[in-house]
T-cell receptor, first 114, second 114 residues
Framework: AQSVSQHNHHVILSEAASLELGCNYS??????LFWYVQYPGQHLQLLLK??????LVKGIKGFEAEFIKSKFSFNLRKPSVQWSDTAEYFC????????????FGTGTSLTVIP | DTGVSQDPRHKITKRGQNVTFRCDPI?????LYWYRQTLGQGPEFLTY????????KSRLLSDRFSAERPKGSFSTLEIQRTEQGDSAMYLC????????????FGEGSWLTVV
């Protein structure tokens, strides 16, 4: 079975600081990678996704993520965070050859201090 | 609103009672997923349907849990003889069949077993 690891459980940043959240997965084949965000009191929403092509993908609200196949990583980045980015961030992976089931990491809670 | 809708949003029940949650997916989506999420954890896969067929079930889905999607549209998740350990957020998601297609989540149904 696949697994997804998010090593940062809780991150606290001041506004305008840069953000990088780690995500590693365990699966040797072709994967599709996602970052979802859950704002307080809201449902999970897609931030960005990688299927193929350019390993640097850009998502909504200034977020981007880079797929590094050799490191089995898909880290999320944002150059300058805002208070409104306070949320829970989940990395997820699917593999077309394993039924397309989505596997999620345990999440990273981001708190941005104004 | 044409997103995934779930009902009820919150349910408090006594241990031993049965509960049923309903999910209405995005209308053109033929895949429907149920996940469970507890505090501090990412969503855990329970089961998914392609049209009316239940294609995969997680080990988490004990025999007290049953899910149906009789006409390939809405789905129900029933938990019989609830236990305190069943307290969680039950998430429904839907997608269009295809390699790595994005899944879209509903707002979830909170279950508290007292």
């Amino acid at each position: 079975a696949q697994s997804v690891s998010q090593h940062n459980h809780h991150v606290i940043l001041s506004e305008a600081a840069s953000l990088e959240l780690g995500c590693n997965y365990s699966y040797g084949g072709t994967v599709n990678l996602f970052w979802y965000v859950q704002y307080p009191g809201q449902h999970l929403q897609l931030l960005l996704k990688y299927f193929s092509g350019d390993p640097l993908v850009k998502g909504i609200k200034g977020f981007e993520a880079e797929f590094i196949k050799s490191k089995f990583s898909f880290n999320l980045r944002k150059p300058s965070v805002q208070w409104s980015d306070t949320a829970e961030y989940f990395c997820a992976v699917t593999a077309p050859n394993t039924g397309n089931q989505f596997y999620f990491g345990t999440g990273t809670s981001l708190t941005v201090i104004p | 609103d044409t997103g995934v809708s779930q009902d009820p949003r919150h349910k408090i029940t006594k241990r031993g009672q049965n509960v049923t949650f309903r999910c209405d997916p995005i209308s053109e989506h033929n895949r429907l997923y149920w996940y469970r999420q507890t505090l501090g954890q990412g969503p855990e896969f329970l089961t998914y349907f392609q049209n009316e067929a239940q294609l995969e079930k997680s080990r988490l889905l004990s025999d007290r849990f049953s899910a149906e999607r009789p006409k390939g549209s809405f789905s129900t998740l029933e938990i019989q003889r609830t236990e305190q350990g069943d307290s969680a957020m039950y998430l429904c998601a839907s997608s269009i069949q295809g390699s790595g297609n994005t899944i879209y989540f509903g707002e979830g149904s909170w279950l508290t077993v007292v």
